[in-house]
């Protein structure tokens, strides 16, 4: 079988490398990949949004099972098309793809299906989103564009102060555009954030492994907040019981309620969560494969990923055997452009990468590069994902800030505290 990736980041290299090791696939082509996709599959120069030319290729290459990275042609139908065409696609329609595109339609959707969350209001313009912010006593809140920003759409006030200017920013100055037409106010949530992906046929769910992403910049989760800087697996702070809570109380439900509301949902469903004094509570929804979640957990899985995918696609996932782990622990620890989440240089050549390779347990998945002439280059704020493998959490993060120190570019930086949080947890 031929597999089309489609995407160009850290999370479609590792889809990239995971699929790549089955022994039903012969071919992976990514689309359009990086510098690191182009070593352990085939690139392919085309778009993530241009259906109608990853719709030719498909079919022009045999392609068996096409898989989806990036959210934003999900929310635009990609699975939808291929569909028409009788192409197997792993990803959830368009429909049902905005659990992830509309916060708005999340937050009532969990509401209808009695879903932990935290309370919230909604706003259509900016006058009264600043009313019901003046009039209300000044305690944190979390303020949301509705749509897709790229993981930047969202804002931790301490204050009030800070809270207008989320606002204002997003549906005043128009920030993110169109994503910005509707704002969603909510409480601000304590406790440790967790990540739960679980992938399901919209009739069976296995979840994978619990982890723990850092979105702020910089160490101590201080800074502005960022696609992820870096993500840990198995989170501690996720015991037995509470995985079997959330499975109960947060992905059966969702599953439920997206049936009734005409809205099947079947693909990769991605918990972001709260662990609360009262349990589990629901920051938000993904309908896709996280990252760098999904690095730091593909490092860990030992079952045959296309097969799993392909069994979800033939809606025959509860056929399959449970899904075996390497019981070590993994660390992956983004490196990114200077400047990043604001503005960045691109085209900075990276040194060291060979280095990095020959780290026991590491594997260097790009997010941010390309090739030119013949040198791998940044072209992204989050350039690497640099994750490994180890006995303990404390051995993964060496071995992967280990690698870390034989890259080098131009105005490289990381956080030095990825993974801390297990070690305090586990200390506690």
Request: hydrophobic letters at 40%; aromatic letters at 6%.
């Amino acid at each position: 079988m031929n597999v089309l990736i489609v995407g160009a980041g850290g999370r479609e290299h590792a889809l990239a490398w995971k699929i790549r090791q089955s022994s039903h696939v012969e071919r992976v082509f990514v689309a359009p990949g990086n510098a690191g996709c182009g070593l352990d599959a085939e690139n392919v120069d085309i778009a993530p949004t241009d259906f109608p030319r990853l719709l030719k290729f498909a079919h022009e290459n045999q392609v068996g099972l096409t898989v989806v990275g990036p959210e934003t042609p999900l929310v635009q139908g990609i699975a939808d098309a291929f569909q028409a065409e009788k192409l197997r696609i792993f990803g959830p329609s368009k429909l049902a793809a905005e659990l992830e595109g509309s916060k708005v339609f999340c937050k009532n959707l969990l509401r209808q299906a009695d879903v932990p969350t935290a309370d919230y209001q909604v706003f259509r313009d900016l006058q009264r989103a600043q009313t019901y912010l003046r009039d209300r006593e000044d305690v944190p809140v979390v303020v949301k564009a509705d749509g897709l920003a790229a993981g930047k759409g969202v804002f931790v006030c301490k204050n009030r102060g800070e809270a207008l200017d989320a606002v204002t920013r997003i549906a005043g100055d128009r920030e993110f555009g169109d994503a910005g037409k509707q704002i969603v106010i909510e409480e601000r949530l304590d406790g440790q954030e967790v990540s739960l992906m679980a992938i399901t046929d919209g009739r069976t769910i296995v979840p994978l492994t619990p982890a723990q992403d850092h979105k702020q910049a910089f160490d101590g989760d201080t800074g502005p907040n960022t696609g992820g800087m870096g993500a840990y697996c198995p989170a501690p702070v996720v015991s037995a019981a509470d995985l079997r809570r959330i499975e109960e109380q947060v992905l059966v439900p969702v599953v439920h309620a997206m049936k009734r509301a005409r809205r099947p949902f079947r693909g990769l469903l991605f918990a972001g969560l709260m662990m609360t004094n009262q349990g589990p509570k629901v920051l938000e929804f993904n309908v896709r494969f996280g990252d760098p979640e999904c690095e730091t957990v593909l490092m860990r899985l030992k079952s045959d990923l296309a097969e799993v995918l392909l069994a979800t696609v033939e809606g025959r996932l509860d056929q399959i055997s449970p899904l075996e782990w390497d019981p070590r622990p993994s660390v992956c620890v983004v490196m990114a452009s200077e400047g990043y989440p604001g503005p960045f240089k691109k085209g900075f050549p990276i040194r060291g990468l060979d280095e990095a390779a020959k780290i026991p347990d590491v594997k260097v998945f790009h997010a941010g590069t390309s090739m030119q002439e013949g040198r791998v280059v940044t072209t992204g704020g989050r350039v690497l994902a640099v994750t490994s493998l180890g006995a303990t959490i404390s051995s993964a993060k060496l071995q992967a800030y280990t690698a870390i120190k034989q890259i080098r570019w131009e105005g490289a930086w990381c956080r030095k505290d990825i993974s801390d949080k297990a070690l305090h947890y586990a200390s506690a």
